[in-house]
């Protein structure tokens, strides 16, 4: 009896660990099968990605860049990437990986920034930020960001070659509230073809209409019914009667562009509006000068609401004229200066030191001093001119003035896996 039992006990064994066996078998079977499944699976991911890092290079290197890959060999698989354009400037990359008959898909969106998401952009510092500067929004610099007294930055702060102080006492405290970035390079380039066209299409150009190439000047009295009182001057022969007409009637896709001419520009402004100064190659042109107080109709500091917005571009430089009679400024636009800044005419002629409130931001070549400042015992401090108060309007941060410039390269707006 006990041998049968032994023999029932041992069969038993047998038999469970035969089925245990024949499940490890089967399991290790399936591990290495999902393995292989994974292997072939990453290694066509990391091919898609590969093929759109690729790609995103060429287009930052060209923004025409259109080629894209086709069946190129790559780490014992194979790449394929398109690259399509949709709307004015955007592009889109697909990237399929394939590797031992499995596929994965990288898709990328880009596009390249536009300079009215800069509350201050300026190739060089040729002034100093001072104390009673306030700056909003992102700010960059492709030079030493040079700091007197104690400005503030509110936001995002890049610069290329990094922070200098006036003073080496301790006197100079600069705030960075949104960050510092040292080492970052960004050109400052603007094409007119696409604005001028916008122009042509749909907008408004001034120009010498006696075809004679001369200069004109442009005055544009803003009004807040959205209407625009204006005036013209060729080669500086005399000013025309004023006319009067609706902004969207004058330009229906609010582009106004001079050509070969100056702007002359104050008022109150309902609607979205861009005016560009275009210089032609001549250095007597591509101005444009503000003349008063420059106010939206529905401040979008009050009124978050608000749709009007102004985009100022000029090829050559943007001014503010002496007026003593102003007092405090309000100025609301974001302000495009290829070739300077935006200058303050004789700020040290002023009898005070007035604010200068800018709702937008400014673009240049260079950061231009807003007043005199003398050293009253424990700070420095405005004595004649204007502060620079500015506050970025975040409204430009997906909407822009019509088709304000945009910055030569692009960037990755979203990377799908």
């Not at 499940?23 to 079977?29: I, V």
């Not at 094409?191 to 005055?219: C, L, M, P, R």
């Not at 190659?281 to 009124?303: E, F, V």
């Not at 420095?380 to 309007?393: A, E, I």
Request: negative net charge; proline residues 4%.
């Amino acid at each position: 009896m006990g041998g049968k039992v032994s023999l029932m006990l041992v069969l038993g064994f047998s038999a469970i660990f035969g089925l245990m066996g024949t499940n490890m078998l089967k399991m290790t079977n399936e591990s290495t099968d999902n393995y292989v499944k994974y292997y072939n699976m990453t290694n066509a991911h990391n091919l898609a990605v590969s093929g759109a890092n690729m790609a995103a290079n060429e287009i930052f290197i060209s923004k025409y860049w259109m080629t894209g890959y086709s069946n190129v060999k790559y780490e014992n698989g194979r790449i394929d990437v398109s690259v399509d354009s949709f709307g004015v400037d955007n592009k889109l990359i697909t990237s399929i990986g394939n590797y031992n008959g499995y596929q994965d898909t990288v898709i990328v969106l880009l596009e390249p920034k536009n300079f009215a998401q800069y509350g201050n952009f300026y190739n060089s510092m040729a002034a100093w930020a001072a104390t009673g500067d306030t700056f909003s929004g992102p700010f960059h610099t492709n030079d030493y960001l040079k700091c007197y007294g104690d400005p503030v930055f509110l936001g995002y702060t890049t610069t290329k070659n990094g922070v200098k102080l006036y003073h080496n006492n301790g006197t100079d405290n600069p705030e960075f509230h949104g960050g510092l970035q040292e080492g970052l390079f960004i050109p400052l380039e603007f094409d007119t073809t696409e604005i001028k066209q916008a122009a042509f299409s749909g907008g408004k150009i001034f120009y010498d209409t006696t075809g004679s190439n001369n200069i004109i000047d442009v005055k544009l009295n803003l009004l807040g019914n959205g209407s625009v009182d204006y005036s013209v001057n060729i080669n500086n022969t005399g000013w025309s009667p004023v006319k009067n007409e609706t902004l969207s009637s004058i330009a229906p896709n609010g582009v106004i562009y001079i050509e070969k001419g100056n702007l002359f520009i104050e008022g109150t402004l309902k609607g979205r509006l861009s005016v560009v100064a275009s210089s032609k190659g001549n250095n007597s042109a591509g101005q444009i000068h503000i003349t008063d107080d420059l106010q939206y109709k529905k401040n979008p500091l009050i009124h978050p609401s608000s749709t009007d917005m102004l985009g100022l571009i000029a090829e050559n430089f943007a001014q503010v004229d002496y007026n003593p009679a102003t007092g405090d400024l309000d100025l609301h636009a974001s302000i495009y200066s290829q070739k300077d800044g935006l200058i303050i005419e004789r700020y040290a002629d002023y009898p005070t030191a007035n604010k200068m409130n800018i709702v937008g931001g400014v673009i240049g070549e260079k950061v231009r001093a807003t007043a005199k400042y003398v050293w009253n015992g424990s700070a420095y401090v405005p004595t004649n001119g204007y502060s620079y108060v500015h506050r970025f309007d975040e409204r430009f941060n997906k909407t822009v003035p019509p088709f304000f410039p945009k910055t030569k390269y692009y960037k990755v707006v979203t990377w799908l896996e």
